[in-house]
């Protein structure tokens, strides 16, 4: 903030000097007139811009936490300390994690007990499928072998048996019909009493009735009996099979459900050994280690601000630049540039860097990033584009030190050219004033491309030509 603030002042009083020597010059003498003039030159004109910027490695190797929550800082490297690769930097608090762990280790161990009961419940379910579907089976096979031990066995015995006892019936009643018959004769002639002849006549209806008796059994089995029994085996069997269809898919639609639960639980597992995994990945990003031999630096390079915070104690989010280790063989400038000069830089541009802090050494580089988007970080600044200019010779270069950097964005290798402050603007059109001509009339002159310092002369004058840097009406009128 400091060097903005400082950069932006010194701006500021250029920009005053030279609107002060084109625009209120104090009284002066017309000795001291003549004395500020410049002449009109002709030569290679070198269009540059500059910039002040800051010193950075190339490659910061920026240490990007890896958190998935906010923790405190418990452990810091000093700032400026030399480590190694692998070196602890930094640590951060872990009683929130470590807690986090503690419960998704129950969490897997929960999820590891569900899948274990839910397999055994497979198991068993598989077993059970086995038994029901065996007994179902054994019924179906009992009822088909009974509807058909009646079809080819019970039934036409039975049907033997009622036709049998019919012909017996009716053998008894032949007999009792000529036994009734010969009594009647026997009586007639004296040789039986009545008595035997009622017998005989009682044993006669007694016939008559089992043959009528045994007629309507054989009748009744045969038109009600047999289909009964007929259609009450062939019932069963239907329900047999009916009964074996149900236990299969009972057994299926059982056994998808516990395979179901099988499969959600071991998901389950899974995803509890996943949370796990992670939270123990994550526990390892509270250790930082460097990523390379080098010196410690807090914050990011690039956002100067974010090194506020990074102290014991301070709280670390995920994504937050804690420190970096740059690599200090190779150095870059990073240099704001104004949106109005932003259009004159290109990448492979070569530029010039000063540094103060080793004796105003003068660096050569080349300009290897040119933003697209504009960055305002203050209100004093205005919208700037921080190029990149990578270092040639930046050996004994620190990240952190302050630059200035001219670029080349143009040479004109023949150009007629004066300095800035010998060109006076009027409305829209730009005047020089010469030194011997028209006195107090300044010569309409038309410019093109200007540098830091001079600025290009299409038409007006001509080489050689010398002319006020300050304008003769106002020196007059100051007098």
Not at 24 to 34: E, F, N
Request: aromatic letters at 4%; proline letters at 3%.
């Amino acid at each position: 903030m400091k060097k903005i603030i400082i950069a932006a002042i010194g701006v500021l009083v250029t920009l005053l000097l030279i609107w002060g020597l084109a625009r209120d010059r104090s009284p002066v003498t017309s000795s001291q007139q003549r004395t500020l003039t410049a002449e009109v030159k002709k030569g290679p004109l070198v269009i540059t811009v500059k910039g002040s910027g800051t010193i950075q490695a190339v490659n910061p190797n920026k240490i990007r936490l890896k958190i998935k929550r906010q923790a405190a800082i418990t452990f810091l490297k000093p700032e400026g300390t030399r480590v190694a690769k692998d070196e602890v930097v930094a640590r951060l608090n872990t009683d929130d994690i470590d807690r986090d762990i503690t419960a998704k280790e129950a969490a897997a161990l929960d999820a590891t007990n569900k899948l274990y009961a839910a397999r055994a419940a497979l198991e068993i379910q598989q077993m059970d499928n086995v038994a029901n579907l065996a007994e179902a089976q054994q019924k179906s096979k009992a009822a088909e072998l009974e509807l058909e031990q009646f079809q080819q066995g019970d039934g036409p015995v039975e049907m033997l048996d009622s036709e049998l006892n019919l012909q017996t019936a009716q053998s008894e009643l032949d007999r009792a019909e000529v036994t009734y018959k010969d009594g009647q004769g026997l009586f007639k002639e004296g040789f039986a009493t009545r008595n035997e002849l009622e017998e005989w006549r009682m044993l006669l209806e007694k016939s008559r009735g089992t043959v009528e008796t045994s007629n309507m059994k054989m009748h009744a089995l045969e038109q009600f009996g047999q289909p009964v029994k007929l259609s009450a085996k062939r019932g069963a069997l239907e329900s047999a099979k009916a009964n074996l269809e149900k236990v299969r898919k009972q057994s299926e639609t059982q056994l998808q459900s516990k395979m179901k639960d099988v499969d959600v639980a071991k998901m389950n597992l899974d995803r509890a050994e996943k949370d796990l995994n992670m939270a123990r990945e994550d526990r390892n990003n509270y250790e930082i280690k460097a990523p390379v031999d080098g010196l410690v630096n807090y914050g990011d390079p690039d956002e100067w601000w974010s090194r506020r915070n990074i102290q014991v104690g301070g709280n670390a989010n995920n994504g937050q630049t804690l420190l970096n280790i740059p690599d200090m063989s190779a150095m870059k400038a990073v240099v704001p540039i104004l949106e109005a000069d932003i259009a004159k830089v290109k990448v492979g541009q070569k530029a010039n860097i000063t540094v103060e802090a080793i004796h105003g050494a003068i660096l050569h580089g080349e300009v290897i990033t040119v933003p697209e988007v504009a960055s305002r970080e203050n209100w004093i600044s205005g919208n700037q584009f921080k190029i990149e200019i990578a270092i040639a010779d930046g050996k004994d270069l620190k990240t952190g030190l302050s630059c200035e950097a001219e670029i080349v964005t143009d040479t004109i290798s023949s150009a007629v050219f004066l300095p800035i402050p010998a060109v006076f603007s009027e409305g829209d059109r730009y005047l020089v004033y010469p030194v011997k001509g028209s006195g107090k009339d300044g010569i309409e002159v038309r410019l093109g491309k200007a540098s830091v310092q001079d600025v290009e002369i299409l038409s007006g004058v001509e080489p050689g030509r010398r002319v006020f840097l300050t304008r003769p009406d106002i020196a007059d009128e100051k007098k």
